[in-house]
Every structure is written in C-alpha cells, then in structure tokens.
C-alpha cells in the first residue's frame, strides 16, 4: 500500500561530543522517508526545498522507490536550515540557528495519486499544515500519523488539538505526553490523549524505547543499547518512517503487526543514530534490518517457570 | 538456598506530590527482606536499629522467616532516620534531613549459621563496611551481590573499588554506571565495571526498565507503566531483594534464570511504588505476584514474522 510523507527537507549542522557535520541532509520527511524505503517502494513524499537542495539527494530519494511528484522546489530559494549542538550525556540539545527560508511559505499540494495513500505520516509541522493536507484526503485512509512537539503546545495548542482529533495515531515524547494530557503517569496520559480522538498513541522514550498504547492494551519496545550513539538528530522521523513503512507493506493495522511495526521503527531509528545525517541509513541491507529486529526479541526475551 | 541481607532497618519521612508520611518503616534491609521473603524463608538480616524500632516490626519480618539473630538492639539509642521530598515530577528528591544516630557505629557481626549463605545481599552502606562483611562469609558463597551509591563514588571511590572486586554483581543506576566507568554507552561501561571485577551487572533505571550484562550478554527488563506512583522510596531495595530472594530460592544462576530473578525484582519494585512505605509490599499474594510477572511477558511479547 501507499505511503505518503509530509514534512520538511533540509539542511542540518549537528555538534555533539563525537563530532561535527556541517550543512548535511537532513528533515522530518528525509529521514522518514529513507526509513520507510526499506520496506515499501510506494512512497509519496510532500515537502518544499530550494534550489540549493543538491539534485543528487533527489534522484537518491527517487531511486529508493519515492515519488517527488509532490516536492515543491522554490526558483532560487534556499532550503529550511536547522543547527543544533547536543549536551555531553546527549540526553539534551541547544538549538543554535533554524532559518525557515522556504518552509515559511509551505503551502503543501497533494498530487492527485497520493490523495488515496492508505497510509499517511504527517512529519511535524505548524499543526495548520498538517490539518492543509488532511483537508486534500479523499477519505479512504488505513492509518493517518501526526508527529508533533512541544513548541506546537507552547504555541498553538488549540490548532493542534483539532489536527490530533483528526488522526488515528499520534507520536509523541513522554515529557510531551504529559504536557499535553497533564497528567504524569503515561498510562493515564494514554486515556486522556485517546479521549483526544487517536485511538493509537505512541510515546517515544529516546534510549529509553518506545510505548504502543491502544485501549486497553500496552507494548513496551525496549531501545537497543548501543556502544556508540554518534547522532540522536533524526531518530524520531526514522522511527516514525520505519513503523509507517512496515505498517504501509504489511498492510495489517492488528495489535500484533503494530507491535512489529514499533520493533522495526525502533530498529531503523538504532542504525539512524550509529552515524551522523543519513550516513548509516542509506547503506543498510535487509539482512541487517531483519538481524537488528531479532535482536530486539533477543534482548527482551525470558521464559517464566 | 539461604539469603543474607546487610543494610539500613530505618524510620523514614517522605513527602512526594500525592501526600505525607511521616517516621514510617523503612532502610535498605527491610525492603529487601520484605521483598525476598515472598520467595525465600530462609533470611538472615543483619543490621543495627534503635530501642526506639518497634518490636512488632520485627516480630512481623520474623513471622516472614527472617531470622534477626544479626540485628543489633542498641538500649536508648536511636535507629537511623531519612527524611525527603519528591519533586513534581518523581524523578528527582531532595534529602531533607539523614540522622545516621546507632548506625553511625555500625560494626556488623554475622551470626555463625549466616557465614554459609550461599546468596549474600549487600545493600548500600559505607562500602568498608561491606568490606567488613565479606571478610566474614566462609568463602562457600554462589551469588554475592552489592547496591552502592553516587555519594559513595565522590567521597570513597577507592574503597568502593576495592569492594566491589570481591562481589560477583553490583546493582546501580544508569548515571551512577557512567560515573564509575567514565563511559556514556552503557554497552561500553558495562565492560568497564565487568573488568573491575563483577561478572554480572545490573543497571536500574526506575521507571524505564533494568539492564542485565553478562559477559556478552545483554538483557533488557521494562519497567511496568503504572496508573500511580505514590512513593518510590525503597524501589531499588525491593527490585534487589525480589532478585536475590527469586535467586536463593531457585539455587540456579544461568542467565536464563537470571532474567527471571530480574522480572521477579521488577515486579516486586512495581508494587512498592503504588503506595507508601512498605504498605503494599506487606499484603502480597503468591498469585499476585505471578500475575505481575506473567504482566510483565504480555507487556513486551511480540512475534517476528
């Protein structure tokens, strides 16, 4: 099945105590998308970049099965730029420079194709956008995804809230889990959001793994431990890409498969951060993919008496 | 198997953002016991309190088959007190006030019979006084496992160097794991304190789970998410006593069945948040506990295709 991508691509330049990269690629909907190319070659992706935006970075994209059909590139306009330098225990991040540029003027139009995408990850954005391109669905969608953050609560938390009724999943962290429902407990959280109007919530924990909660039901996806994180930028959007990827060619929104497609995102999301930018994420092979996934039942498994 | 326990047996006033209580049960070695006698009777707890400990306390650890004859009654003194305050959030506290009073002249003697233990819990204390402890044991010992702090690390790193060479596990949390090895991957400092001397570790990280490293082995344990945290005073004793009290009484230290020994302290440290003191953790079931722990399985099982 179909998957459309909507957010931002861009450049990044990312300090942390391993490193430094310059005005690498970077963007919400890059790293999904690239995520999700491991498991469906039927993407859409909607975005806007300038004409600074390296054509080879497209035909990268297109040849990984995404149709740009629905990437809006600005004549002489510079691409949405972002700079961050990372604390040393990587937990926190400065944002240092964010130059809109072009995304100022985002005004996303959806290709007649992608309008019946049964799949639809909405990367984050001002929650207005998001609601721009649900407002050009044709209705006939299996699972709509917001991603959003905690600025967009800060600032327009009634805009958001009408987009989040809109969907059927929201992604979120757990410090924003809390600013949005008021309550600390996630588990309580997870009721009010779902009261919200998505009936799928997920909280995304960093190295500490990810929360599915649906109804009733709770999975706890654990975080691989890793020996070197080189890079967190971007490892949301991958984890993000890598579920709507696998949910997108499973085509099976059941418990289970969602359970599955949380251990694929948090996969992909632990390759993200082993290199700067899109470095590992581009090299990667489905044997790797499939090996990452068994270790996560690896890790997590016991056997009680 | 028998267990030995050596701690703190305390009076504790705690605050946190869903109420007060004051001068109640608490110490290192009484949760632990309490946690391990629901797997274990064969307990022997050393430590020191006051005249001022009431004697049904210690009628009712002994009634849990916890043999006191190591528990040290100073006439008229006064047993150590712990007072603080959770912030709003619960994962940060404030000591308010620490009144060391009869532990000050903590001078642990074990009795004969608990020479042979042949599981030994060591709960955190000065770590000379743990030294002081291992000198004692007949050498006859299968697990002998030590809970340290941060506070020890800044003002007697070498000592506890020299006491955790002896054991065969130490228990501490993710910050304090980066503070004795120096690394920021947990992957990376787990070989580091392997090398100080501990085969297994064991790294707590409250509400996101415990990690278990073994060599090359690696297993993750969530944490259950939970509608109320009341109190998290003692949560890591109890997760050790549940560990070490599953261990003593299975005499099997494979690591398949330490995962179930971290699954069991999991458990048992999901209960005593729900209220304070050790107010949940006195009223337990045998059932309720498996039904914990088999809540623990449901929460992470995932099928691979």
């Given at each position: ?238 984890f993000a890409g890598g579920f709507m990827g696998y949910l997108a060619s499973t085509n ?47 890790l997590i498994h016991f056997d009680l008496l």
């Amino acid at each position: 099945m179909s998957l459309l991508t909507i957010g931002t691509v861009a450049f990044d330049s990312i300090e942390t105590p391993y490193g430094k990269a310059e005005m690498v690629i970077g963007g919400a909907c890059t790293y999904i998308s690239w995520a999700a190319s491991y498991f469906t070659k039927d993407i859409h992706l909607v975005s806007i970049v300038g004409e600074d935006f390296p054509k080879s970075e497209l035909d990268a994209l297109e040849s990984r099965g995404v149709n740009l059909e629905g990437l809006e590139i600005v004549k002489g306009g510079k691409s949405f730029f972002w700079a961050g330098k990372y604390h040393l225990n990587m937990n926190g991040r400065d944002t240092l420079v964010t130059d809109l540029n072009v995304l100022s003027d985002f005004n996303p139009i959806l290709p007649e194709v992608a309008k019946s995408s049964k799949y639809v990850m909405l990367g984050n954005l001002t929650p207005n956008i998001q609601a721009q391109v649900l407002d050009q669905l044709d209705g006939s969608q299996k699972m709509i995804a917001l991603d959003t953050m905690n600025f967009w609560m800060d600032i327009a938390m009634d805009d958001l809230k009408n987009v989040i009724k809109r969907v059927n999943l929201l992604t979120i962290n757990d410090d924003e889990a809390r600013q949005l429902s008021g309550e600390h407990s996630l588990v309580k959280a997870a009721k009010i959001i779902h009261e919200l109007g998505p009936e799928y919530l997920v909280i995304k924990k960093g190295e500490h793994g990810a929360l599915l909660f649906h109804g009733e039901e709770m999975f706890y996806a654990p975080a691989m431990p890793l020996a070197q994180v080189f890079d967190p930028t971007g490892a949301g959007d991958t984890f993000a890409g890598g579920f709507m990827g696998y949910l997108a060619s499973t085509n099976d929104i059941s418990m289970d498969n969602m359970k599955r497609a949380i251990i694929a995102g948090s996969s992909m999301a632990s390759f993200c951060v082993e290199d700067f930018s899109l470095n590992k994420l581009k090299l990667l092979s489905l044997s790797e993919i499939n090996s990452r996934m068994k270790g996560f039942k690896d890790l997590i498994h016991f056997d009680l008496l």
